[in-house]
């Protein structure tokens, strides 16, 4: 009887996750129209928000070839498998949309309308600007097309049933570009977008709950279960103003410095996933870009984990 309501319950939750689509009026807004002008949109640019977004260090495995898919990121939920990013018609994006690419980014759908994991961080991609996005699809298409087909995830059961990410949606997705506070500078807005966009530094910082959402009460606290929870990677640490907890201690040019090297104000250097952040993501933006995270970083409310 249980057997049968859980398949009943999962039935519901799959019809209901199908018009997903339909519960994110918000959204309709950042879809480019029919036979929109790609000439417009900005390839350098986009190489920069490429950076920024860190495509090249997911998409890419271990001593494999560039956006090619394939990397494995372990998590509590089962083991994700980065797809080919690259234009190939065949295994990649080279059959892709704008308008395809900007709903991914964005809603997490595939152009056939299946829902992706988060472990593709479109929960923070969804705050980018349209021209951001147009910019970055435009870039992409710059890229050599590679054809190589990537594995399919390792999750277990509820985990593996990809429909129930309709639902999830519904509890943890919140749809719509980053809209800048009139109350704070330009420069605190454009760290912020940064921060909650494309560099999407909550993904890794901030806590998950059991499902897999961010615990926003502790945002940017850490993760020291990041990872599968069984492999000693040093979890992702506090990266708000707690004095004790998080880098308080921290000046802005510190920051700025730690985020451009990896090198921390006591002499240390930024290991783990981070060491490979810096090298493919901060230390390829602006110094200006960097100082707004800085600023925007000291802002945030210090918090720390229970």
Same mark, same amino acid.
């Given at each position: 009887?249980?057997?049968?309501?859980?398949?009943?319950?999962?039935?519901?939750?799959?019809?209901?996750?199908? @018009?997903?689509?339909?519960?994110?009026?918000?959204?309709?807004?950042?879809?480019?129209?029919?036979?929109?002008?790609? /000439?417009?949109?900005?390839?350098? %640019?986009?190489?920069?928000?490429?950076?920024? /977004?860190?495509?090249?260090?997911?998409?890419?495995?271990?001593?494999?070839?560039?956006?090619?898919?394939? %990397? &494995?990121?372990?998590?509590?939920?089962?083991?994700?498998? #980065?797809?080919?990013?690259t234009?190939?018609?065949a295994?990649?994006?080279? +059959?892709?949309?704008? /308008?395809?690419?900007?709903?991914?980014?964005?809603?997490?759908?595939?152009?056939? !309308?299946?829902?992706?994991y988060?472990?593709?961080?479109?929960? #923070?991609?969804?705050?980018?600007?349209?021209?951001?996005?147009?910019?970055?699809?435009?870039?992409?298409?710059?890229?050599?097309?590679?054809?190589?087909?990537?594995? +399919?995830?390792?999750?277990?059961?509820?985990?593996?049933?990809?429909?129930?990410?309709?639902?999830?949606?519904?509890?943890? *997705?919140?749809? +719509?570009?980053?809209?800048?506070?009139?109350?704070? @500078? %330009?420069?605190?807005?454009?760290?912020?977008?940064?921060?909650? $966009?494309?560099? =999407?530094?909550?993904?890794? =910082?901030?806590?998950?709950?059991?499902?897999? $959402?961010?615990?926003? #009460?502790?945002?940017?606290?850490?993760?020291?279960?990041?990872?599968?929870?069984?492999?000693?990677? $040093?979890?992702?640490?506090?990266?708000?103003?707690?004095?004790a907890? +998080?880098?308080?201690?921290? @000046?802005? &040019? &510190?920051?700025?410095?730690?985020?451009?090297?990896?090198?921390?104000?006591?002499?240390?250097v930024?290991?783990? !996933?981070?060491? !490979?952040?810096?090298?493919?993501?901060? #230390?390829? *933006?602006?110094?200006?870009?960097? %100082?707004?995270? /800085? !600023?925007?970083?000291r802002?945030?409310p210090?918090?720390?984990? &229970?």
């Amino acid at each position: 009887m249980r057997l049968i309501r859980l398949l009943l319950f999962l039935a519901v939750v799959a019809a209901f996750a199908a @018009s997903i689509p339909a519960f994110f009026p918000s959204l309709i807004w950042q879809m480019p129209k029919a036979g929109a002008d790609l /000439a417009t949109a900005d390839a350098a %640019r986009g190489a920069y928000l490429f950076a920024m /977004a860190g495509c090249a260090g997911c998409h890419t495995r271990k001593g494999g070839t560039p956006l090619a898919g394939g %990397r &494995e990121i372990a998590s509590p939920f089962g083991v994700f498998v #980065s797809p080919n990013i690259t234009p190939d018609a065949a295994t990649g994006i080279g +059959g892709w949309t704008e /308008a395809d690419f900007i709903r991914a980014m964005t809603l997490g759908l595939s152009p056939d !309308e299946r829902h992706y994991y988060p472990a593709f961080p479109y929960v #923070s991609y969804t705050r980018m600007t349209p021209d951001d996005l147009r910019d970055l699809w435009a870039y992409l298409k710059t890229i050599p097309p590679v054809t190589g087909r990537t594995g +399919g995830h390792r999750l277990a059961f509820p985990y593996s049933f990809r429909p129930g990410l309709g639902l999830w949606k519904l509890l943890f *997705l919140e749809p +719509g570009r980053y809209r800048p506070d009139p109350g704070k @500078s %330009r420069n605190w807005n454009r760290g912020a977008y940064i921060v909650t $966009g494309p560099a =999407h530094c909550g993904e890794c =910082h901030t806590r998950r709950n059991i499902l897999g $959402g961010l615990r926003n #009460s502790v945002r940017l606290a850490g993760a020291p279960d990041y990872g599968d929870g069984k492999t000693k990677i $040093g979890g992702a640490p506090n990266i708000t103003p707690h004095k004790a907890k +998080g880098i308080g201690g921290w @000046s802005l &040019e &510190e920051i700025v410095f730690a985020l451009q090297t990896g090198v921390t104000p006591a002499g240390d250097v930024l290991g783990g !996933e981070m060491e !490979e952040v810096v090298t493919n993501v901060t #230390s390829k *933006l602006t110094d200006a870009d960097r %100082r707004t995270i /800085a !600023e925007y970083l000291r802002s945030v409310p210090p918090k720390a984990l &229970e």
